[in-house]
């Protein structure tokens, strides 16, 4: 949040302290999440991640869309990927305390749509441990700069065995 204070051009539209938090310290994660569509985004995705089913309803093209709405520039598009990855990320493990019976320490967005998945269904620890691996090797097929419809489907798909407890297809990359 001092860092964030201590920026010329930044006009914060969240709390500096919520967007600290939500960036997990990273300043041009921060700055991202303050866009009002990247912010709104993020709330939508969140709530798709407690459906436990993100591969349903074209979430890949959504997630290719909105990649693609940030900029031309390629690393603009692997920066929004990126926050959709950490988001899954952090929800994941908020997912696998919850499933054990531990309070995830997180944003209240994020242990809400937690809680919500356990609602929906249980799902043992390993699978979930299986969707953060998952969620790895995405974030390395983003910085290797893998198409984005050919890295963001299949990691998708995956997710989705994962948390209905199936094995992965393995991938050729």
């Known amino acids: 949040a001092a860092v964030l204070t201590g920026l010329t051009d930044f006009e914060p539209v969240r709390p500096l302290e919520e967007l600290a938090g939500l960036s997990g310290g990273n300043v041009q994660m921060a700055m991202l999440l303050n866009d009002p569509q990247v912010y709104e985004f993020r709330q939508q995705w969140l709530l798709r991640l407690a459906t436990l089913d993100p591969a349903a309803d074209e979430a890949a093209k959504q997630i290719v869309v909105f990649a693609e709405q940030g900029s031309k520039d390629t690393a603009a598009k692997r920066e929004r990927l990126l926050m959709v990855s950490n988001v899954s990320m952090v929800f994941f493990e908020a997912l696998l305390l919850e499933s054990v019976g531990m309070q995830p320490n997180t944003d209240q967005a994020t242990r809400e749509q937690a809680l919500a998945a356990t609602a929906v269904r249980a799902i043992a620890p390993e699978w979930i441990g299986r969707c953060i691996d998952r969620t790895i090797l995405f974030q ?34």
Do not use: F, M, Q, Y
């Open 140 to 173: 390395g097929h983003v910085a290797a700069n893998v198409g984005l419809a050919v890295a963001v489907e299949p990691w998708l798909d995956d997710l989705a065995s994962c948390l209905r407890g199936k094995s992965l297809t393995p991938l050729l990359w």
